[in-house]
């Protein structure tokens, strides 16, 4: 994630942006918003250009958009400045500072002001940036008004919090990590604060106790009321959550903190953000599920191994569960939930294979990565309340029913590919089921490109160029990680064989000592030879015991991370492929808008058609734009969700990493231990 | 060993009707009282061919004498060293063939006053120099020695520098020309520590020190003068002086040991060479099986280093994230290491303990070898004896003898007899020597494999703590990572925010319920392993303050000493090599 780049910093400033917006709401908002697009299209659309098209397009759907969802939800008014009011009222956790930070901009002009190097751009207008808009969506899952407000304060809390310096925790270790914390709050101010998603999760874990002090303390350094001060207050809980472990004051932590000072006016609008969080993390309603009872079903051709799958809860509609699935059903399980949940990363199935498939050992090992799965899967809040996992939980024909889902969804999910990170973009999820229909009537929104003449066309296929530096460099980086993952996994298997080689020789040195002992030369070399023998026996078991532990903890975090790392991956690619899509949408777009162009040259929108030719060729290009800005909209929103994803999954990653380590590294003490134990134990008693 | 004619009254001059009848016959050529100073034990190889014949003259003047040995031999002047030697000799041989276990000293006069005869050596330095194969197997012993054997010339010699060559020379020689002892094999020369390291320095000495302890332990030994030769003789230049009797060797050594060994009278020595086999080929086998346990070791160090490194180097977003990343990895790392240090100290410990007694199990072996030869020579010997009287019987019996014949056969019989006799006084040597050296061996056996076992059980403790003290160093920070570790998981948060959480020290371990105390010393050699510095590039505080409180303990400790802790301090056991 890279947020030093400037395009991260160039995002408007929320009230010329909140402005645009109202301007634009009051003016379009009696036009058909298709048309207004329709006519904004038509004024750029004669650029051939297409990745400037593109950007232009954003820059439009930027505000657009605001206009568009603004027009759609109810309870914003027409008026900006009301709307906003209530927005705050109603949902705070998307603008706590909105009131605010209105009248604030003196004071971030002021607060600001030491940090010019990163700040400078907040004030530029990067108007064709993309990233702003990403930037925008970056917060939440509301609104993008609501969002815009959002990056400023970002800036804000880092520059506080940069001032600060605190002292996280009691350990001298700590300056190192602050210093560093800060460091990183300079390189990361938009990561800081977000993912309010993750925070909720992550409530009632990274609890930093001394961190409370530290708030506590700035807390009570700001009791001046003014309202920068609050801001930064309010702040704060959402921006010292960084994806560093160690900067473990959570949101719930902050939150919490920020619910017992009742120092503030707004302290109602203040808790509520918590209470959100609150429930959001309450909302992950408790799992039992576990897969059991491999059992081989089957005759010779269509052999295969079905699990018994037991889950309770309160979701389920009989509270408890029992069915019977096999491998390729979890399969299709994630390929469903990887299409209903566009952006989000699923836990990974095992993976497939065609030999040995009957072998205990991969047997019992697919059980245990299936469970794991479902668990993870349960534990989600988003995922657990997802329709076909339910119905992965609970039906009784499972294979019609999930055959008909796939069906419905176009989601590809049985005769997936092989690599878990292939996806499939399902056209009913992307445009809707009756759109979905048309398209696929005429095969796919593809299909012109893939019509060519033995496979090559006309036109050049357009390709898609990720506009968001982030995306290239994640993906980069996650295609190191998971080179380095996979080698580090090879590496531990290659110690798991040394380890157990050794205890075969070892064992074979005992009993090598064992048969001189049995010669009895001496009382004395005889004792000590047997001691010696069983010591090392003993030794060899040990050390079988601690490869075993060692693959247990260490070798299945490795190996469940590097294939979600193909579940990453995956949303990755679905983020591509939409962006794909929505260039051969725009391609077709801009064909029929010139095809329209130059047969009706002397078309006005607000003339009245008459030619029936030209009214079904307007219905067209209308129908294709109303695609494209779906497109549109889906790819962008998923370019938020990937974010936030990332990010969890960052969280996530670093936390497993380090409970692995540690149990790990406590077997490996405690093993230490024993062995020294046992040698101690033969000195003081033969020796 | 059944001759035709008892031992006891055996006459070789019965049949000879010209003989002088002598009552003490039995005459072993080859002993010599305990305080003659001047002969060898090869002196008697060399005149055994002579006794026969001036023994039996002598034997007539000194029948009289009865059993004063010491008188006699001052009576009869000396006309050179082998006619001293034989008057000495005949001295001994009033004592009857003694049943063997009660008058061994008899048979062996070199163990009666085993203690007059001493000699003192001190290694006292190790020089490696030349090309590299002769850095390893022919370095020179540096030693100092002081004796009152009177073979030797001076009384004390000091800072003398002998090669191994040399050692080996008197080793085979004495190997050859004293088959009644085992002689102990000569210590490796080079140890698996490498031979440029004080180790293996202080090792190698101390092997060779025990070895001349051995020698020195050794009565029969003592007194052949080819050691005084040894010892005296120039740097390099030591080659033995006198002719050494090659024993069966090669093929006819081979087809021998086929065949079945002749019927032991002695049970100890008849159980001892099959078991002194099965420990050659035992330990043998446990070498093997330990090199090889020691090579998937390092095999496993490999992986193990690879795996640290490749921790390390786990590409993250988070600073803090991968500086934990690459303590883990640097500690995974510096555990692999000590791996490969446990697998060096394995072999060098064990594996170069084994290896004498390998050695010298082989020797032992071939000595009672030697001793089943000197059976069936005797056996042949008795066969022949017995041949030559049956010869001259019949010659007696017969009326008309040829003069010539007569005397011919007589002479044969003389000598068939003679060396029935001597091999029969050998044998009674040897086997009575064997018994004496056989629980010597055993004792040696037992008392250097425990050394050896134990050499290696400390170096291995050393080592394991060590590493336990390398993983509960990266402990405190991966728990540390954030507030979830620890304890915190089982839903209690953090019994103790110390740092240095050690399990081992001067109170014993924290793990055990046994009180084991160390000394402060031993903590820090524990605690400050030889990867601190690399460790240490990435660390702050923690060494630090790990130091500093196990200084601070330290000094604590020392102040704290009383007679009841300053007493278990020394009782416990400091050693760790040196």
């Known amino acids: 994630m890279n947020y030093d780049s400037d395009e991260a910093l160039r995002a408007p400033v929320w009230d010329e942006l909140n402005q645009d917006d109202t301007q634009q709401t009051k003016t379009n908002k009696k036009d058909m918003p298709e048309t207004s697009n329709l006519n904004q299209g038509f004024n750029l659309g004669t650029d051939s250009n297409i990745t400037n098209e593109l950007s232009q397009t954003f820059a439009n759907i930027s505000t657009n958009d605001n206009t568009n969802i603004t027009i759609d939800k109810d309870y914003t008014s027409d008026q900006g400045e009301n709307e906003d009011k209530l927005m705050n009222m109603l949902a705070p956790e998307d603008n706590p500072l909105a009131g605010l930070e209105r009248d604030n901009d003196t004071n971030f002009g002021m607060s600001t002001s030491s940090t010019a190097n990163i700040n400078d751009p907040l004030f530029g207008m990067g108007s064709g940036s993309i990233l702003s808009d990403d930037a925008l969506k970056l917060t939440s899952n509301g609104s993008p008004t609501k969002r815009a407000n959002k990056p400023h304060s970002l800036f804000n809390a880092s520059t506080r919090l940069r001032r600060r310096k605190p002292n996280y925790g009691n350990l001298k270790k700590t300056e190192n990590r602050s210093n560093d914390k800060n460091g990183k709050n300079d390189t990361i101010p938009n990561t800081s604060e977000d993912d309010p998603l993750g925070k909720a999760q992550k409530e009632n874990e990274l609890v930093d106790e001394s961190l409370d002090y530290e708030n506590d303390k700035k807390i009570g350094t700001r009791n001046d009321n003014s309202k920068s001060s609050l801001i930064n207050q309010m702040n704060e809980p959402l921006y010292h959550l960084s994806p560093k472990k160690n900067q473990t004051v959570t949101a719930s932590r902050n939150a919490n903190v920020v619910n017992t000072s009742n120092q503030h006016a707004d302290s109602r609008a203040t808790s509520e953000e918590p209470d959100t969080f609150a429930t959001a993390a309450a909302n992950i309603v408790p799992f039992s599920i576990d897969v059991t009872d491999p059992i081989k079903v089957g005759d010779l051709t269509s052999a295969h191994v079905e699990y018994s799958v037991n889950s309770a809860s309160e979701l389920l509609d009989p509270k408890q569960a029992q069915v019977t699935r096999r491998y390729t059903d979890f399969r299709w399980l994630y390929r469903q939930l990887q299409s209903n949940h566009w952006g989000k990363v699923i836990p990974p199935p095992p993976e497939k294979q065609a030999v040995g498939r009957f072998k205990r050992d991969f047997i019992e090992n697919r059980r245990v990565q299936m469970e794991t799965m479902l668990k993870r899967i349960s534990n989600d809040p988003v995922l657990q309340n997802d329709k076909d996992f339910l119905m992965f939980l609970t039906s009784e024909q499972f294979s019609n029913d999930s055959k008909l889902r796939a069906h419905i969804t176009a989601s590809g999910a049985y005769n997936d590919n092989n690599d878990l990170s292939e996806i499939h973009i399902s056209e009913v999820e992307l445009l809707g089921a009756d759109d979905a229909v048309e398209v696929l009537r005429n095969g796919g929104l593809d299909a012109e490109q893939n019509k060519g003449f033995m496979s090559f066309s006309l036109s050049s296929q357009p390709k898609y160029n990720e506009p968001d530096q982030f995306f290239l460099k994640e993906r980069e980086r996650f295609i190191i990680l998971e080179e380095q993952l996979k080698q580090l996994y090879k590496s531990l298997e290659m110690i798991d064989t040394e380890r157990n080689e050794l205890a075969s020789s070892v064992f074979e040195f005992s009993k090598a000592i064992e048969s001189l002992a049995k010669l009895e030369v001496t009382k004395k070399s005889t004792d000590i030879l047997y001691a010696f023998a069983q010591l090392h026996n003993s030794i060899r078991e040990s050390l079988e015991r601690n490869s075993l532990q060692q693959s247990l903890t260490l070798g299945i975090t490795l190996d469940e991370y590097i294939r979600t790392l193909s579940s990453i991956k995956a949303i990755l690619n679905q983020r591509a492929k939409l962006g794909y899509f929505l260039v051969i949408v725009e391609n077709d777009l801009n064909k029929k808008k010139s095809q329209f162009a130059k047969t009706y040259p002397d078309y006005k929108p607000s003339v009245q058609i008459n030619d029936e030719r030209c009214k079904n060729m307007l219905m067209e290009c209308l129908i294709l734009d109303k695609r494209c800005n779906v497109i549109k909209e889906k790819w962008l929103k998923i370019a938020d969700d990937i974010k936030l994803e990332i990010k969890r999954q960052e969280i996530d990653k670093i936390e497993e990493f380090r409970n692995s380590m540690e149990i790990s590294l406590e077997s490996l003490i405690e093993s230490q231990k024993e062995c020294i134990e046992l040698w101690e134990t033969f000195y003081q008693n033969y020796l | ?578």
């Open chain 2, 1 to 578: 060993m059944s001759s035709s004619t008892p031992y006891e009254d055996h006459d070789p001059l019965t049949d000879n009707p010209f003989a002088d009848h002598s009552s003490a016959v039995t005459e072993p050529s080859h002993i010599r009282p305990p305080d003659d100073n001047d002969d060898d034990d090869d002196d008697k190889e060399s005149t055994l061919e002579h006794e026969p014949v001036i023994q039996e003259e002598e034997s007539n003047q000194l029948a009289v004498n009865g059993a004063h040995s010491d008188a006699s031999q001052e009576t009869i002047p000396s006309t050179g060293t082998v006619a001293a030697n034989k008057n000495i000799q005949q001295e001994e041989q009033t004592s009857s063939e003694p049943v063997p276990t009660v008058d061994i000293t008899k048979v062996l006069p070199e163990r009666k006053d085993i203690g007059i005869y001493s000699l003192i050596i001190k290694v006292t330095g190790l020089e490696r120099t030349g090309s590299i194969s002769n850095k390893r197997e022919n370095p020179t012993i540096i030693f100092d020695c002081s004796t009152n054997i009177p073979t030797f010339r001076k009384r004390k010699h000091k800072k003398l520098r002998k090669s191994i060559e040399e050692f080996q020379n008197l080793f085979k020689f004495l190997n050859n020309n004293i088959p009644e002892s085992f002689i102990p094999s000569i210590p490796s020369t080079y140890t698996n520590y490498g031979i440029n390291n004080e180790e293996d320095h202080d090792t190698t000495i101390n092997n060779f020190q025990e070895w001349f302890n051995r020698i020195c332990g050794d009565p029969l030994i003592l007194r052949n003068e080819e050691l005084a030769f040894f010892i005296e003789s120039d740097y390099g230049t030591y080659i033995p002086i006198n002719p050494s009797v090659a024993p069966i060797s090669g093929l006819k050594r081979k087809t021998l040991k086929q065949l079945a060994p002749p019927f032991d009278e002695s049970l100890p020595l008849a159980e001892f060479r099959p078991m002194v086999k099965s420990i050659y080929v035992n330990v043998q086998n446990i070498q093997e099986k330990l090199l090889k346990a020691s090579k998937t070791r390092r095999l496993l160090v490999q992986e193990e280093n690879e795996f640290g490194q490749k921790f390390g180097t786990l590409t993250t977003n988070n600073e803090n994230e991968s500086k934990l990343y690459k303590r883990y990895g640097k500690i995974m790392t510096a555990v692999g290491d000590i791996n490969s240090i446990i697998a060096t100290m394995d072999m060098a410990t064990l594996y170069d303990g084994l290896e004498w007694i390998v050695q010298d199990s082989y020797i032992v072996k071939e000595s009672l070898t030697n001793r089943h030869f000197i059976m069936r020579d005797l056996l042949q010997a008795q066969q022949n004896c017995k041949n030559k009287q049956e010869m001259t019987r019949k010659l007696r019996s017969r009326r008309d003898a040829n003069p010539i014949k007569v005397e011919d056969a007589i002479r044969s019989l003389k000598i068939a007899s003679t060396t029935e006799q001597n091999l029969t006084l050998k044998l009674h040597r040897v086997t009575g020597n064997m018994v004496i050296e056989r629980s010597e061996w055993v004792n040696w056996y037992e008392k250097w494999l425990i050394k050896s076992i134990k050499m290696h059980t400390l170096r291995r403790i050393e080592y394991e703590r060590k590493k336990l003290s390398l993983l509960e160093r990266v402990r405190s920070e991966v728990r540390r990572a954030d507030m979830k570790g620890g304890l915190s998981r089982l839903g209690r948060h953090t019994v103790s925010k110390k740092e240095d959480e050690v399990s081992q020290s001067t109170q014993g371990d924290s793990w055990t319920g046994e009180v084991r105390r160390h000394s402060q010393q031993e903590i820090n050699t524990v605690l400050h392993t030889e990867f601190d510095k690399s460790l240490s590039i990435e660390s702050t505080h923690p060494e630090g303050t790990s130091a500093d409180t196990a200084l601070n303990s330290e000094n604590k400790d020392t102040n704290m000493l009383d007679a009841k802790s300053a007493a278990h301090m020394l009782g416990i056991s400091t050693y760790n090599g040196r």
